[in-house]
């Protein structure tokens, strides 16, 4: 069963930064489609960015776009959200996902992840 785990979130202030990372036990990330996903109060679960296997492309939501950053580091078996330029309407729990069965992302889109890690709090405010 492949789990994944999230860690890295936080506090920050308006305008700051945070590095999310995702990393699973006994399976390689390298191998599997890698999705961020957030969920705000009281809102629904968004797609905001994700790395393809293979040939590492990318795809971000139109609402971090320019701002945040999915990185893999294959040495550690790690993919990462830089997150910049943070705003309080940033505040959600953060997910990582990992579609199993492509090799190319889009979107990302929820129903395309089969495995979720538990999640990782980031809060925006001054």
């Known amino acids: 069963q492949l789990q994944l785990v999230e860690s890295g979130g936080g506090l920050v202030q308006p305008g700051g930064s945070l590095r999310l990372s995702c990393t699973a036990s006994?399976?390689?990330?390298?191998?599997?489609?890698i999705g961020w996903f957030r969920q705000a109060p009281g809102k629904e679960r968004e797609g905001v960015a994700c790395i393809s296997s293979g040939d590492g492309r990318t795809n971000y939501g139109d609402s971090v776009k320019g701002r945040f950053t999915v990185s893999r580091d294959y040495a550690r078996n790690m993919v990462y959200l830089q997150m910049n330029s943070l705003k309080p309407e940033d505040i959600a729990v953060y997910y990582c996902?990992?579609?199993?069965?492509?090799?190319?992302?889009?979107?990302?889109?929820?129903?395309?992840?089969?495995?979720w890690g538990q999640g990782t709090q980031v809060t925006v405010s001054s």
């Open positions: 006994g399976f390689t990330l390298a191998s599997f489609v």
């Open positions: 996902a990992a579609d199993v069965r492509d090799y190319f992302c889009s979107g990302p889109i929820i129903e395309e992840y089969d495995y």
